[in-house]
């Protein structure tokens, strides 16, 4: 089922969008704030984030997209009240999907998000990534070099599925703690580089596995 996670302070409008959302028959969570609403969206791992700019507290919608792109590449569409704030929201470094400037019609919205969701699906999601020789399946937890299996350890496993999931975005030693180890997990963030070591070695050059210099790793 398709999730969607709105993030708007005003009651009316939240409950508005919910009820169109719901008749498409999808999922919806309604968070009020920034806090909130990044821990819905984190929670929920919606197929899509409708985020108010205008939002109680220290922290706007800006704020909450700007946090959320360090991991997760989610369509992001913004409510916008103001002019000056379709100027940021247009700002490349945003990284939103689209806008709609208030007052607006929940069909407009809802139009809007098929039509996102439509594009997102010419890239279907896959568990499986072929570079060159190399060919991994997550599903299957197998990898294989020109079809020779390669034993990956159980964290290896876990590091890789990761990044993949993220291919193409520059992921920082702690986001990479964070997503294959776990948040709760204490440690030496030099843990991962001694597992991305491990999957160069194993794996070879043909994985794609970039070092980002003061960042971390990127999956190209
Ligand atoms: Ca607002």
């Known amino acids: 089922m398709t999730a969607i996670v709105v993030v708007e302070d005003e009651p009316d ?14 999922s919806v969570h309604v968070a009020t704030d920034a806090t909130s609403g990044l821990a819905t969206i984190r929670a929920r791992e919606p197929d899509f984030v409708v985020l108010d700019v205008g939002l109680p507290g220290d922290r706007d919608g800006f704020d ?7 991991t997760s590449d989610v369509p992001v569409l913004f409510l916008t009240a103001r002019d000056d704030e ?11 999907d689209d806008y709609v400037i208030k007052p607006f019609s929940p069909r407009e919205i809802i139009a809007r ?9 010419t890239e279907p999601a ?12 997550l599903d299957r937890r197998e990898a294989t070099i020109d079809t020779t299996p390669v034993p990956l350890a159980a964290q290896e496993w876990s590091l890789l599925g990761k990044l993949l999931d993220h291919r193409g975005i520059a992921l920082s ?19 991962v580089d001694v597992h991305v070591r491990q999957l160069r070695r194993k794996l070879g050059n043909d994985l794609p596995l970039a070092t980002v210099r003061g960042v971390g790793y990127r999956l190209d």
């Open 173 to 191: 030693r702690q986001q990479l703690l964070d997503l294959a180890w776990g948040t709760d997990w204490i440690g030496d963030p030099r843990t």
């Open 13 to 26: 409008i939240g409950d508005l969008l919910a009820l169109y959302c719901r008749r498409e028959g999808w």
């Open 64 to 70: 909450v997209c700007r946090e959320l792109r360090q």
């Open 126 to 137: 896959s568990n499986n990534a072929t570079f060159g020789p190399l060919h991994i399946d």
């Open 113 to 121: 998000i098929k039509a996102v969701l439509r594009r997102g699906r």
């Open 86 to 96: 379709v100027d940021r929201v247009l700002g490349l470094e945003m990284g939103a």
